[in-house]
């Protein structure tokens, strides 16, 4: 039986738009240009739910958030999902009245340090002062870690990432703390010179698994979310891209049917039609593609796919199967 829309879906077709909770400025991920254009891979997943709902990629209103209020924003029902580099924990899923969808980037929290600090290794920052933002897991992973390891690290909190990262240049901390990606995107957008003054180090204190959330009560705009995900990382798996559409739909492979929505239609299952996954992969490309343009070789930060990539190249992206 075709599934009822659900409340979420019915205001997202009603208004046009999904609004899309994403990060003040993390390159990469989600940040703005100069002409107000937004992108990232946070924001490419907004961008394939939107193609998938309302048949245009475009149909995004975007609302940057900090730590503090990403979540009362979602919760009061100011924006449709949060798509901004936030870690799923047990916490956030049990206690907040919030939904984890699917995990779009593994990560962990790292260091950055001044290369002519000589710090190779997190152990040798014992008794040092080290920047973080205020309002995020980085916090407490900083914390804990220097009580089991003895290391008396000293904490400067910010409520911006911006004044972190400010703080951390102007040599006010030893160290500068957060995922490992935001820590690339925080020294790619330094000049060169002080950007190759800088090193993250290798050790990364904390497991942060990154995704969208949703408001829980509405399982019909959950499943849409999750599976626009899952569909994009199976696009990858079965070479399905953003150039291909149209030469594939030749193609025999009963899994590259589905997602082209030339046999089964899966759309009936999410109150869409059969076409959405393709509309996506047409509007942003694969998981493989969103990566590699974001954050990956073809980007600024050039971070190694490593645990992101797919589960059969030795990653940790496993899509549950489109059928």
Same mark, same amino acid.
């Given at each position: 039986?075709?599934?009822?829309?659900?409340?979420?879906?019915?205001?997202?077709?009603?208004?046009?738009?999904?609004?899309?909770?994403?990060?003040?400025?993390?390159?990469?991920?989600?940040?703005?240009?100069?002409?107000?254009?937004?992108?990232?891979?946070?924001?490419?997943?907004?961008?394939?739910?939107?193609?998938?709902?309302?048949?245009?990629?475009?149909?995004?209103?975007?609302?940057?958030?900090?730590?503090?209020?990403?979540?009362?924003?979602?919760?009061?029902?100011?924006?449709?999902?949060?798509?901004?580099?936030?870690?799923?924990?047990?916490?956030?899923?049990?206690?907040?009245?919030?939904?984890?969808?699917?995990?779009?980037?593994?990560?962990?929290?790292?260091?950055?340090?001044?290369?002519?600090?000589?710090?190779?290794?997190?152990?040798?920052?014992?008794?040092?002062?080290?920047?973080?933002?205020?309002?995020?897991?980085?916090?407490?992973?900083?914390?804990?870690?220097?009580?089991?390891?003895?290391?008396?690290?000293?904490?400067?909190?910010?409520?911006?990432?911006?004044?972190?990262?400010?703080?951390?240049?102007?040599?006010?901390?030893?160290?500068?703390?957060?995922?490992?990606?935001?820590?690339?995107?925080?020294?790619?957008?330094?000049?060169?010179?002080?950007?190759?003054?800088?090193?993250?180090?290798?050790?990364?204190?904390?497991?942060?698994?990154?995704?969208?959330?949703?408001?829980?009560? #509405?399982? &019909? /705009?959950? *499943?849409?979310?999750?599976?626009?995900?899952?569909?994009?990382? !199976?696009?990858? +798996?079965?070479? =399905? %891209?953003?150039?291909?559409?149209?030469?594939?739909?030749?193609?025999?492979?009963?899994?590259?049917?589905?997602?082209?929505?030339?046999?089964?239609?899966?759309?009936?299952?999410?109150?869409? #039609?059969? &076409? /959405?996954? *393709?509309?996506?992969?047409?509007?942003?490309?694969?998981?493989? !593609?969103?990566? +590699?343009?974001? =954050? %990956?070789?073809?980007?600024?930060?050039?971070?190694?796919?490593?645990?992101?990539?797919?589960?059969?190249?030795?990653?940790?992206?496993?899509?549950?199967?489109?059928?």
């Amino acid at each position: 039986m075709p599934a009822h829309a659900g409340k979420t879906l019915d205001a997202v077709r009603s208004r046009g738009t999904v609004v899309c909770g994403v990060n003040t400025g993390l390159p990469g991920f989600s940040a703005a240009d100069e002409n107000g254009q937004w992108a990232g891979l946070d924001v490419d997943i907004c961008r394939a739910v939107a193609a998938a709902v309302l048949g245009d990629g475009r149909k995004v209103a975007y609302v940057p958030l900090g730590p503090h209020q990403r979540f009362t924003a979602l919760q009061s029902g100011e924006i449709d999902v949060l798509s901004r580099n936030t870690t799923f924990s047990l916490t956030r899923d049990a206690s907040m009245g919030l939904h984890q969808t699917a995990v779009t980037y593994y990560d962990g929290q790292g260091f950055l340090v001044p290369v002519k600090s000589k710090v190779r290794s997190v152990k040798q920052l014992k008794g040092q002062t080290v920047c973080i933002q205020s309002g995020t897991t980085t916090e407490k992973n900083l914390v804990e870690y220097s009580r089991t390891h003895q290391l008396d690290l000293k904490p400067v909190v910010f409520e911006r990432v911006d004044a972190a990262t400010r703080a951390y240049f102007a040599g006010r901390c030893a160290a500068y703390s957060t995922d490992a990606s935001g820590l690339a995107s925080a020294r790619r957008a330094e000049p060169g010179k002080v950007a190759s003054a800088h090193v993250i180090l290798p050790e990364l204190i904390s497991k942060e698994p990154l995704g969208p959330m949703v408001r829980r009560g #509405d399982d &019909e /705009w959950f *499943a849409i979310v999750r599976w626009v995900i899952h569909g994009l990382i !199976e696009a990858e +798996e079965y070479g =399905v %891209g953003q150039n291909n559409l149209d030469q594939l739909k030749s193609s025999t492979d009963p899994a590259v049917q589905r997602i082209l929505g030339m046999s089964e239609d899966t759309g009936r299952l999410l109150g869409l #039609d059969r &076409e /959405w996954l *393709a509309r996506a992969v047409r509007a942003t490309g694969n998981y493989g !593609e969103i990566y +590699e343009r974001n =954050v %990956g070789s073809k980007s600024a930060l050039g971070i190694p796919r490593g645990l992101n990539n797919q589960w059969n190249k030795g990653g940790l992206m496993y899509a549950f199967p489109v059928r």
